[in-house]
């Protein structure tokens, strides 16, 4: 997650806080996700980042899981998700982020 995301993010993960806000990755890469989902629930691991050490505690989904799929509209998710749907490995992405946000989501 790039440095301008991160700051964007911490504003308003600082504003809204983790009952107002939810970040839905969209990574073809597990470790990627994982990274990124650690980023904004624990802080920024890499310590390279606006959220290094600052553990935002938000609650994070891949777009692939279910719970982000069932509120997508079907002709939309399709047209937009569902070749990535088709072509990754959807087990170890959503593994991934919600082992993350298990962990460290205060929700």
């Given at each position: 997650m790039d440095l301008?995301?991160?700051?964007?993010?911490?504003e308003l993960g600082e504003k809204y806080g983790p009952k107002e806000l939810v970040?839905?990755?969209?990574?073809?890469?597990?470790?990627?996700?994982?990274?990124?989902?650690?980023?904004?629930?624990?802080g920024d691991p890499t310590y390279a980042g606006p959220l290094a050490g600052v553990p935002l505690g938000l609650p994070v989904y891949h777009i692939l899981e279910p719970e982000i799929k069932e509120k997508i509209d079907p002709k939309v998710y399709e047209e937009q998700v569902a070749m990535m749907e088709m072509v990754?490995?959807?087990?170890?992405?959503?593994?991934a982020v919600r082992k993350m946000r298990e962990e460290h989501s205060q929700l």
């Open positions: 301008e995301n991160q700051a964007r993010i911490k970040v839905v990755l969209g990574s073809s890469d597990p470790d990627s996700a994982e990274l990124a989902a650690e980023t904004v629930t624990a990754l490995d959807v087990g170890a992405l959503t593994g």
